[in-house]
């Protein structure tokens, strides 16, 4: 049974593109959260999906967008790069009755150059 | 408004020795709390959670963690710490009073060194 899996791994970008990150929940998940961790810091809630919506956002710019498929899979697009926003990308799965029980990727590292 | 605070950076102890790591929070309600592992280039793993009941809550890998409203606290604790317990502890909060969803607030994280 695999866990939560993030791609790419590491990506190196340059200031004012646009990226996208990609993530497969754990068997039977269906909620997908994204967290953005910089180096030192905590986890910060980016937002959350459930039923290919949206249901709730943190404190980021609209520049951060999200999509969820059918399959429950999902996606984080950041456009117009900034150098802050060079950070781990953590992508977190649970069961929306559950949801306090994250299981969590391994993260995709973003550098921006 | 929720927060977070782990007041150690670094906690550093010899195995076989009683470990503690330190979490305060601040809600405005009641709260669910959580810890959370990371180990290096890992997600971070659910260690245990307290949300009522009893204050002193069992997790994995021997961890367990005490709620104490007044002191608004939640330390994590092991009897015996053993040097596979070095990673890095990140402790969360979630106010009750906010819905469904599960927006935690996680603390800054404390690297624990457990030493031979």
């Known amino acids: 049974d695999a866990g939560v899996t993030q791609s790419p791994t590491h990506l190196i970008k340059t200031r004012g593109q646009q990226v996208t990150l990609r993530c497969s929940p754990k068997?039977?998940?269906?909620?997908v959260s994204w967290y953005q961790q910089a180096l030192g810091q905590g986890p910060q809630f980016i937002f959350q999906?459930?039923?290919?919506?949206?249901?709730q956002r943190g404190n980021f710019p609209d520049r951060f967008s999200g999509h969820q498929f059918p399959n429950y899979s999902s996606e984080l697009n950041v456009n117009a790069l900034l150098l802050g926003d060079s950070a781990l990308y953590l992508c977190a799965s649970s069961l929306w009755t559950e949801n306090e029980k994250l299981f969590f990727g391994s993260g995709t590292q973003l550098s921006v150059l | 408004a929720q927060s977070v605070a782990q007041p150690e950076d670094q906690v550093n102890v010899a195995e076989g020795n009683p470990l503690t790591v330190k979490c305060t929070y601040s809600?405005?309600?009641?709260?669910?709390l959580f810890w959370y592992v990371q180990y290096p280039n890992r997600g971070l793993q659910f260690l245990l959670k307290y949300i009522t009941g009893d204050n002193l809550v069992k997790g994995s890998y021997g961890f367990e963690a005490e709620f104490n409203k007044s002191q608004t606290s939640f330390h994590l604790k092991k009897p015996s710490a053993l040097v596979s317990d070095s990673a890095l502890y990140f402790c969360a909060v979630r106010d009750r009073t906010s819905g469904g969803s599960y927006i935690p607030t996680f603390g800054r994280g404390t690297s624990l060194i457990v030493h031979p």
């Open positions: 809600v405005s309600g009641n709260p669910y």
């Open positions: 999906y459930y039923e290919e919506e949206e249901r």
């Open positions: 068997s039977g998940h269906d909620t």
